[in-house]
């Protein structure tokens, strides 16, 4: 005779909650909805994450009156590994921890993904080739934004590996913009900026020379500003700056609630 073998109380345990984690999501795929679903990668900036989420359900609340179907991935990042982010240190442990993100907002039948983050963006084709929904592009977004408002001449300010990695020059290539960078040393306190924002240590005078590098850019001949890091508009108004503000935070958010309420894009 066979022995039958006995399960472990842990492992029985184990069992039951793997078991009804599948069910709940058998659920949700089945379960008849009003409204797309977002999901949202955030934890790359928090303060830019939790803003991006509190807009979005802002504006879809105020079109719709109701709570937009967001469902959230906080990543688990230190302050430490941010930094690094933000300075262009990344590597395969930052792309598989995004990658496992994407791939449970997938299984939570998210309709489309957004990363409100420009640096990671580095790994958009990687990331869209691996995920079943879309994934939206600030990059794009923004570009669309530029064509919208006739705009043929940009500033952009960003941390040094977006720069760097043309992220932006890319999609406004495209369509025929022409990118502004400031110079070197300034490119590099702009990076040191958008680390103080994420660590919530930024001081008046660091604005002030954002908004004087913007004076530059427009000297130079620039129609508008990207502010192609998230973390930016936090600090940096339309109000405040000499020229039209391209803010690519407001602009996913944008994107994200056209999407979510069925709205054609260009």
């Not at 359900?57 to 990543?75: A, G, M, S, Y």
């Not at 993100?101 to 420009?118: E, S, T």
């Not at 924002?197 to 908004?211: Q, R, S």
């Amino acid at each position: 005779m066979k022995r039958i073998k006995t399960i472990k109380p842990t492992e029985r345990i184990k069992i039951t909650r793997i078991m009804k984690q599948t069910k709940q999501i058998k659920q949700m795929k089945q379960m008849k909805r009003k409204h797309k679903r977002l999901g949202i990668i955030g934890g790359l900036g928090p303060e830019s994450s939790c803003s991006f989420c509190l807009n979005v359900n802002k504006q879809f609340r105020q079109i719709k009156n109701c709570q937009p179907d967001i469902v959230l991935e906080l990543l688990p990042i230190s302050a430490e590994a941010e930094k690094g982010i933000i300075n262009g240190d990344m590597g395969e442990e930052h792309f598989q921890l995004i990658t496992k993100a994407v791939k449970r907002l997938n299984k939570a039948d998210v309709d489309f993904i957004v990363i409100p983050c420009n640096t990671v963006h580095v790994f958009i084709d990687k990331l869209r080739a691996i995920s079943k929904k879309p994934i939206l592009s600030i990059m794009e977004e923004c570009a669309k934004e530029c064509l919208k408002n006739r705009i043929k001449k940009v500033g952009l300010l960003g941390s040094t590996k977006t720069v760097k990695e043309g992220l932006f020059d890319k999609e406004l290539k495209k369509i025929g913009v022409r990118v502004l960078l400031p110079d070197a040393k300034v490119q590099e306190r702009i990076t040191s900026i958008i680390i103080k924002i994420v660590h919530n240590h930024m001081k008046p005078e660091d604005k002030l020379f954002i908004l004087n590098v913007i004076k530059n850019l427009k000297k130079s001949g620039a129609e508008a500003v990207v502010l192609g890091c998230t973390e930016l508009p936090l600090f940096i108004k339309s109000e405040d700056s000499c020229l039209p503000v391209v803010s690519s935070l407001n602009v996913l958010e944008n994107a994200a609630v056209k999407l979510l309420l069925n709205v054609k894009t260009i």
